[in-house]
Structure formats: structure tokens, C-alpha cells
């Protein structure tokens, strides 16, 4: 028998949360940073001030990923796909016959991360996985609200697939990038497209409906998501149900066809339900996946700053490499 809906909730005394002392000194001084400040999300309907919103955080967040983006030099070129923007980013010391290729996704709440953090996030993967990268740039919100994202992702899929072998591709990555590389998995096998060799789906947003039960213990323990992204994801959906499998991925039908996946998160880290449940999912329906929690880390982990990211950077380029293969 199904539990009533009205279940009373439970009541949790006020407390403080200490850092723990369970991590690198390095986790344990951006944990003691306490919590960005986020502010509010602007009105639905005021596109002016969204783009105003966009831009500030876009440029909060360039300095951390020029860091982060700074490991491996690198051959960067911008090549236009059936209208969308792509950052071909070619570590130097690959053989002139690698033709592997990670398409990574950027996050954003599904409506920032593009223009020069899309670039220097895709340089960061690259230094990841030791592969070429395509960095979609795709559209978002508030002038190309769904599906113009994911139409992009799966046109650059598509242009991929043309000179690429399926199993020389894999798709990847964090938070709304994790959303859109799921459900161009499941748009490009609906269309019946082949599927790439792998996925990394890193502390994905997979359901926007956000149901998972850490939307509620996390919040305002996550000190890099703090507050809820209903806002930017209604924007994003533009009327459209946000538990449709396209928008939700976590709600998609796994069994009809998905690649081996990685997945990552952390115990702080407000989207663990996510993360946790599309394991899960993927494991019902006989899908290879791999989970990775790191103890303590909010959302997007430690900013590559903590011995902890190094793991997790690794454990990614185990699989990565396994999943590829013997090169062409």
C-alpha cells in the first residue's frame, strides 16, 4: 500500500555544521569559506535583468576556471556546426592519429557557463581526459529557451558522428551539463542515432522536478549551491513539463539503450539525489555505472584545489580510457 501524501515532515533542531576534519586541509579551507552568496534569481518575465544575472556570475566564475583550465597546452579553435558554436580544444602532445573525442556539456543552471567559461571549461576536460574536446556553446535562456540547448548538443553529436566511429566518442558533464549529455543520450537513440562509448555525468541536474530528498537535507549545507534552481530551470523549460525525460533525465526510459557512465558527487552536495538516483536507474536497467562520492563536498566539489579533485580526476581518466579502447 503507497504511503498517504501527507506525511508530516520531520523537525530538525537548529544546529551548527563543523568542518570536518575527515578531508585534505585544502577541502577543509574551502568548506570553511562558508557559503557563496548566490542572491535572488530576477522575475520570469524581466529577460533584462537575467542577462544581467548571467553575466555577473559568468565573470565571477572566469578566474577560477582560468586556473583550473591551466594545466596542458593546448591547440584551441572556434568551428561553427550547423550554426552552433564549438570550442575544438586539442591537447598538444597527442598523437597525430588520437582521434578520440570527449563532447563535454558545460553547466550553469542551464543558463550560464557559455561564451569564454564554455571555452575554458572544455580546456579543463581536456587536461581531464588527454583528448580532444568539443565544447558546446550552446544557447540557453532568456532568448533560446528549451529546446535550444539540446538541439544544439545533438547537432553537435551528429556533425561528430560523421567522421567519427561511436565507440571514438564519449559525452560528459557537471551539473546542467550533466542534464543535457543524459538527454542527448536518450534524443539521439530515440532518433536513432548510435551511442557514444561512455558517459561522465559529473553531480548531474538530472531532475528538474527536484524531488530527490537532498534538495531538502542539503540545502543550506551545500556551500556552492545555495538555494533551489526552480527558477532558472522554469525559465529554461519555457512552459514545458519538467519531468519529461528530455528536460528530466533521471525520468527517461534507461532500458531502451544507455552507455556505461560515471558518475560523481559529494556528501554536501545538493544534487546527491540526483546523482544517486540515476546510478541507481542505470544499475536497474543494466546499464554499467560507476558512482563516485567524495566525503564532504558540496556541489562541484573543491574547485581542483584539494587532493580530492586529483582522486576524482583520476578515477574519471580510468574510465574514459577503458571505455575508448585500443586506439584506431
Keep these: 500500500m503507497a504511503p498517504p501524501d501527507n506525511l508530516p515532515a520531520l523537525a530538525v533542531p537548529a544546529r551548527e555544521i563543523p568542518v570536518p576534519t575527515s578531508v585534505s586541509p585544502q577541502a577543509r579551507a574551502v568548506l570553511a569559506m562558508g557559503p557563496m552568496d548566490m542572491g535572488e534569481y530576477p522575475a520570469q518575465n524581466d529577460a533584462d535583468a537575467w542577462r544581467a544575472m548571467i553575466k555577473a556570475a559568468d565573470d565571477a566564475v572566469l ?44 553547466g550553469g543552471a542551464l543558463v550560464m557557463g557559455g561564451g569564454e567559461c564554455c571555452r ?72 536513432g542515432l548510435p551511442l557514444p562509448a561512455a558517459a561522465v555525468l559529473n553531480t548531474p541536474e538530472v531532475d528538474l522536478t527536484e524531488s530527490g530528498d537532498t534538495f531538502q537535507t542539503n540545502l543550506g549545507v551545500d556551500t556552492v549551491l545555495t538555494r533551489s534552481a526552480m527558477p532558472a530551470s522554469l525559465l529554461y523549460a519555457a512552459g514545458h513539463d519538467l519531468a519529461d525525460p528530455y528536460l528530466s533525465p533521471l525520468f527517461g526510459d534507461l532500458s531502451k539503450g544507455f552507455p556505461p557512465t560515471l558518475l560523481a558527487s559529494g556528501t554536501r552536495d545538493l544534487l546527491l539525489s540526483n546523482t544517486v538516483r540515476m546510478h541507481r536507474a542505470l544499475r536497474k536497467a543494466g546499464v554499467p555505472a560507476d558512482l563516485h562520492v567524495l566525503e564532504a563536498a558540496p556541489h562541484a566539489a573543491f574547485f581542483g584545489t584539494a587532493p580530492e579533485d586529483g582522486e576524482l580526476d583520476r578515477e574519471v581518466r580510468r574510465f574514459v580510457d577503458a571505455h575508448w579502447g585500443t586506439l584506431a
Excluded: K
Excluded at 70 to 90: C, F, M, N
Excluded at 94 to 106: N, S, Y
Excluded at 157 to 179: C, F
Design 63 to 106: 578566474s577560477m576556471l582560468l586556473a583550473q583550465a591551466s594545466g596542458l597546452p593546448s591547440d584551441v579553435q572556434e568551428i561553427d556546426v550547423a550554426g552552433v558554436r564549438i570550442y575544438t580544444i586539442r591537447p598538444q602532445d597527442l598523437p597525430a592519429d588520437d582521434r578520440r573525442v570527449f563532447l563535454d556539456v558545460h
Design 120 to 191: 575554458l571549461t572544455g580546456a579543463g576536460t581536456a587536461a581531464r581526459v588527454g583528448a580532444t574536446v568539443w565544447a558546446v556553446d550552446y544557447r540557453m535562456p532568456p532568448d533560446h529557451p528549451y529546446p535550444a540547448a539540446l538541439d544544439d548538443c545533438v547537432a553537435a553529436y551528429r556533425a561528430l558522428l560523421e567522421d567519427h566511429r561511436p565507440d571514438e566518442i564519449i559525452v560528459g558533464g557537471a551539473s546542467a551539463g550533466g542534464n543535457l549529455a543524459a538527454a542527448l543520450i536518450l534524443r539521439a537513440r530515440d532518433e
